[in-house]
DNA sequence: AGCGGAACCTGTCGGC
DNA sequence: TGCCGACAGGTTCCGC
């Protein structure tokens, strides 16, 4: 469900409140997003500790602990964390509550059971946050490192800029959104894109992603904020989940196409 | 090495 | 009304 915009309102809203609470209690409803690990050493390493900051890494969230460890946490398609005081029945799709010392619960919700937790003695255990390539949003994403990275690669744009290990936080809507911004096809292999629109690319990523931080995320069915509201980024956007809609720049229809198995919007007049 | 496809899960929606 | 297939913000694994 969630990129990198959705990731990082959560995160920063978790990070407003959590800070300086303890963990006082684990109660796990549903273990599947728990892998391997069984519900009492998940629950072992976490009671005791104190959270002592949350912080994102692609679309991955982070608790920082104290006195040591780190909670993992990845919301897949329909993951969400809610800040709720003293709940007291769980949710239909509740799979864990964060008992904090005070009173409140951070509850672990996923209607699809894909997100996964994981505790870890520090960051550099994790293979899937070691294989992340660039933060969009930190200085080491230049276009001059777009254009590099691009170099000597087939594979369509779609899939390039979907790939974590390139750049880590783009998903499904907001590739589409960049590229149609770039006007730039989803099928262009990544090689063929010319210096002008690789500044193009780096230029729309940004804007794209800096407006949807602005206006908390898209929500397009479940996306939550913390607090239960929503995000407000769906009102702008041009390409995704608008097929047959008139394109905003021609007003050809908007199309869509299936790539990786998930579908890209694009308009094939304006985009090449 | 790199690709497509399946798997992981549950729910909703549209067509017949 | 009911059944069936397609689809949903993501990632990983397996086989060719």
Not at 6 to 19: G, K, S, Y
Not at 185 to 204: F, M
């Amino acid at each position: 469900m969630p990129e990198l915009p959705e990731v990082e309102t959560i995160v920063r809203e978790l990070d407003a409140q959590l800070p300086g609470q303890q963990i006082e209690a684990v109660q796990v409803f549903r273990n599947t997003p728990l892998g391997r690990t069984s519900t009492t050493v998940f629950s072992q390493k976490l009671v005791g500790k104190k959270i002592t900051s949350v912080k994102r890494r692609g679309k991955f969230i982070l608790f920082h602990l104290a006195p040591s460890g780190l909670l993992v946490g990845h919301l897949r398609m329909t993951g969400k964390f809610i800040l709720a005081q003293a709940p007291k029945n769980p949710g239909k799709h509740h799979r864990v509550w964060f008992k904090l010392k005070g009173g409140s619960t951070l509850i672990y919700e996923d209607l699809r059971c894909l997100g996964t937790l994981e505790v870890l003695d520090n960051q550099a255990q994790s293979a899937s946050l070691n294989r992340l390539g660039v933060e969009p949003l930190s200085p080491e994403f230049t276009a001059a490192w777009l254009k590099q990275a691009l170099k000597n690669n087939r594979t369509p744009l779609k899939h390039w800029l979907m790939n974590q290990g390139n750049i880590a936080g783009l998903g499904n809507i907001y590739v589409s959104e960049i590229l149609f911004r770039a006007r730039l096809s989803p099928l262009k292999p990544a090689e063929k894109v010319r210096s002008k629109q690789a500044e193009g690319i780096h230029l729309h990523t940004l804007e794209v992603l800096k407006a949807a931080l602005i206006s908390n995320g898209t929500t397009i069915s479940d996306f939550r904020r913390v607090d239960d509201k929503t995000g407000e980024f769906q009102n702008f956007l041009q390409v995704y989940g608008k097929e047959g809609s008139p394109c905003t720049a021609c007003t050809k229809p908007i199309q869509r196409i299936v790539q990786q198995q998930r579908s890209t919007f694009y308009c094939p007049s304006c985009q090449k």
